[in-house]
Each structure stands twice: as C-alpha cells, then as structure tokens.
C-alpha cells in the first residue's frame, strides 16, 4: 500500500512507513521511558484518557496497566494494528471530531504541538480542546529548550542502539527541517520531519488561540505540560 508522505516528512529503514516518516517497526522498539508514571501522577486515577498519536501504543500498553482507559488515534492503520486493549481510531488528528464526545484527558505527546505547519498545530490543539471535558485536563509533551540547538547530538539507549539528532535547518516561515536516525545492531531507521521550535511564550499564546491555558508545568524541564480549558 502507498502512503502519501506529509510534505517535508520522509523516513528510511525497514517496515512500513508513516505519512509523518515515523516507522512502524522502530517504534515497536523503543522503550517506554518514565511518560507513563509522569502521566499517572498528573491525571485522576481511572481517567479516560484520549491520546492522540498513540502510535504501537508505546504508552497505550503501560496506561492501561496503570487503570485507565485509553481511546487510541493515529493517522496510520499500520500502528493501530499493533495497539491492545484499547478503543483505536484512526484519522489525522487536527480533523478528528467524535460528534461531542468528551474525555477526562486528552493528551497531546511526541512534541506534536511543534508540528511544522502552524494550520496543522491550530488544528491539532482545537482537537485538545474540543474533546476534553469542562473539568478534565490536556497533557502535552513539548521539546527541550535545546533541541534544535543542540545538533548533532546522540544518546545510547541501555537497551543497545543509538539514537542521533543529525540537523535542524531552518526551512522557512519559523520551521526547521530535523533529521534523526536509529541504529540498531540489525536494522537502521531515518526520519526527517519539520518542526517549529516554540518559546514558553509562543506555546502558552498557541494555547491561548485555542482556548486553552496552562494549569502547571509538570517536569523540572517543562517538557510536561498540564492545560485547561480556560475559565
């Protein structure tokens, strides 16, 4: 099946490959990091949550462990296949409305909120905000302050691969062009993506825009954001 590619977005390596460059089989590979506890200790116990790019279900699986019940969306039918347990939808996010249905949580992670195309980040935060209840909260993942000037950079995950932000060139209009890639000793994956780095400021007016606002940064590096609907 052909997948039409995001325009600027491009991935390499085994495997299907989604409209956004992400590959399935890389992400049926990673590790869950510390996301999951940081989102239990953020959202009451049992919360329905809706997680939007849920991906495998790389946090899917271990929120479901945790009690909660998660509605899964993701533009590709080839990672919703992998995801158990949970309710999948798939669409793109930004276009996504299920007709006034109303979640405790909504959570927005995988810096989706820096995409590229502002139309793009507009529609996906009126997404947040349109499917979280009036006393339910949004949970969103943003970049590190240092992401796109940091480059290149690499980590090597304990579990034995490596992991390498190769450049972020600016493209145009506010957006960089970021290319990352995955060693594995098997396999190795590439992703190039545009992103748009955003101040403290610049996310608080997009939340703003959207109607909503930030409750509490949730981690010392403000990467973890808790929002809501404003008053």
Same mark, same amino acid.
């Given at each position: 099946?052909?997948?039409?590619?995001?325009?600027?977005?491009?991935?390499?390596?085994?495997?299907?490959?989604?409209?956004?460059?992400?590959?399935?089989?890389?992400?049926?590979?990673?590790?869950?990091?510390?996301?999951?506890?940081?989102?239990?200790?953020?959202?009451?116990?049992?919360?329905?949550?809706?997680?939007?790019?849920?991906?495998?279900?790389?946090?899917?699986?271990?929120?479901?462990?945790?009690?909660?019940?998660?509605?899964?969306?993701?533009?590709?039918?080839?990672?919703?296949?992998?995801?158990?347990?949970?309710?999948?939808?798939?669409?793109?996010?930004?276009?996504?409305?299920? *007709?006034?249905?109303? /979640?405790? =949580?909504?959570?927005?992670?995988?810096?989706? !909120?820096?995409? @590229?195309?502002?139309? &793009? +980040?507009?529609?996906?935060?009126?997404?947040?905000?349109?499917?979280?209840?009036?006393?339910?909260?949004?949970?969103?993942?943003?970049?590190?302050?240092?992401?796109?000037?940091?480059?290149?950079?690499?980590?090597? *995950?304990?579990?034995? /691969?490596? =992991?390498?932000?190769?450049?972020?060139?600016? !493209?145009?209009? @506010?957006?960089?062009? &970021? +290319?990352?890639?995955?060693?594995?000793?098997?396999?190795?994956?590439?992703?190039?993506?545009?992103?748009?780095?955003?101040?403290?400021?610049?996310?608080?007016?997009?939340?703003?825009?959207?109607?909503?606002?930030? *409750?509490?940064?949730?981690?010392?590096?403000?990467?973890?954001?808790?929002?809501?609907?404003?008053?």
């Amino acid at each position: 099946m052909t997948v039409e590619m995001r325009e600027g977005h491009e991935g390499t390596g085994p495997g299907a490959i989604t409209p956004d460059g992400c590959a399935v089989e890389l992400y049926e590979r990673l590790p869950v990091g510390d996301e999951p506890d940081i989102i239990a200790a953020a959202v009451p116990a049992g919360a329905h949550i809706l997680e939007l790019g849920s991906g495998v279900g790389r946090m899917t699986h271990p929120l479901l462990e945790r009690g909660f019940t998660v509605t899964a969306v993701d533009e590709s039918a080839d990672m919703l296949s992998r995801v158990r347990g949970a309710r999948t939808i798939c669409g793109s996010i930004e276009q996504l409305d299920l *007709d006034g249905e109303e /979640f405790d =949580v909504v959570m927005l992670a995988s810096f989706l !909120v820096h995409a @590229g195309d502002e139309e &793009v +980040r507009r529609g996906l935060l009126r997404t947040c905000a349109r499917h979280v209840a009036k006393d339910g909260c949004v949970l969103i993942q943003r970049e590190g302050e240092d992401y796109h000037t940091n480059v290149p950079r690499e980590r090597v *995950d304990p579990s034995g /691969f490596t =992991v390498r932000v190769v450049s972020a060139e600016p !493209v145009g209009n @506010g957006a960089n062009s &970021v +290319r990352v890639e995955y060693d594995f000793p098997d396999a190795r994956w590439t992703q190039t993506f545009l992103a748009r780095p955003l101040t403290k400021e610049q996310f608080e007016s997009a939340l703003q825009e959207a109607g909503l606002e930030v *409750d509490a940064y949730l981690t010392p590096d403000r990467t973890w954001v808790r929002a809501v609907p404003k008053a």
